[in-house]
């Protein structure tokens, strides 16, 4: 399976699951006026939009380059991320401004071991959710996958609050709902930002991580013939980067020798899985 179809199998899972939990946790939730399940049954409608924008975007993504779109459609990724981050954002506003209002009329919540049963089997999917969205994501590295993983994980630990919330008002402590509601609308907003800012960066063409570029340097210092680098750049184009170095040689090597030593300098950049292409100039000294 290649990273494209991997990709749009998580989002097709992530949908099929997330709207299972909507209509679960919604309906429960307005059963018994739960602040917090309803809270957590709109964070699964934020996830059945992620799980959409993935599908979407990895689509898009996955188209070959063309005459209008030389390096391909990589960046449909971040942007999609993009528009994941700020729906989650959006709702995480919305879910506190209900959650501020029940703790400050008073939560209506009344207990039922339904409520429990429906945390747990959410716990449950959404546990399964994260561990195969997580395997895709390190093996592959896309952020569309990442963004749905972090969606995941959060949502396993929000839910168990969740659980606790309804627990807490089966000795009469109902204040708790509303003060799991707010901390779920905090925890969804940090993520979504966490991922805005990820996304921004490559749109705004950030270099590549430092790691990466040190393993590129090594491979130029490798060649004795290379007396020095004088330009170093690189562009994202989806999760990889087009890099673009200038070096010098000796001035007495030959123009085929020279270009003969550039192209392979270019084999091994472009052996490096987050390096999409490398061009090089080539300068006497």
Request: proline share 1%.
């Amino acid at each position: 399976m290649n990273r494209y179809e991997a990709t749009k199998k998580c989002g097709l899972i992530g949908i099929i699951g997330n709207v299972f939990l909507l209509l679960l946790k919604g309906s429960v939730g307005l059963i018994f006026n739960s602040q917090s399940m309803i809270a957590d049954a709109a964070n699964s409608a934020g996830d059945i939009f992620a799980s959409l924008m993935t599908w979407i975007g990895n689509r898009i993504s996955s188209t070959p380059q063309d005459e209008n779109h030389n390096f391909g459609h990589g960046k449909a990724e971040y942007i999609f991320s993009l528009f994941i981050s700020i729906s989650m954002i959006a709702v995480a506003f919305k879910l506190l401004y209900d959650s501020m209002i029940t703790l400050i009329s008073g939560s209506t919540l009344e207990f039922s071991w339904l409520l429990v049963f429906v945390c747990i089997i959410t716990i449950v999917v959404k546990f399964c959710l994260y561990l195969y969205t997580n395997n895709i994501s390190k093996k592959y590295n896309n952020i569309l996958v990442e963004a749905n993983c972090k969606d995941h994980r959060n949502d396993c630990i929000v839910t168990t609050f969740t659980l606790i919330s309804i627990l807490t008002s089966l000795i009469g402590i109902t204040w708790v709902d509303g003060v799991v509601g707010i901390c779920i609308s905090i925890w969804i907003a940090f993520t979504g930002i966490k991922i805005f800012i990820e996304s921004y960066n490559i749109l705004m063409d950030k270099s590549i991580d430092e790691i990466t570029k040190d393993l590129i340097l090594n491979y130029v210092r490798h060649y004795k013939e290379i007396k020095k680098i004088d330009y170093f750049s690189s562009t994202p184009v989806g999760y990889q980067y087009v890099i673009v170095l200038t070096i010098f040689v000796d001035g007495n090597m030959t123009t085929f020798k020279s270009h003969e030593l550039a192209d392979n300098l270019e084999k091994d950049i472009n052996s490096l899985d987050k390096v999409y292409n490398t061009i090089i100039h080539v300068n006497p000294i």
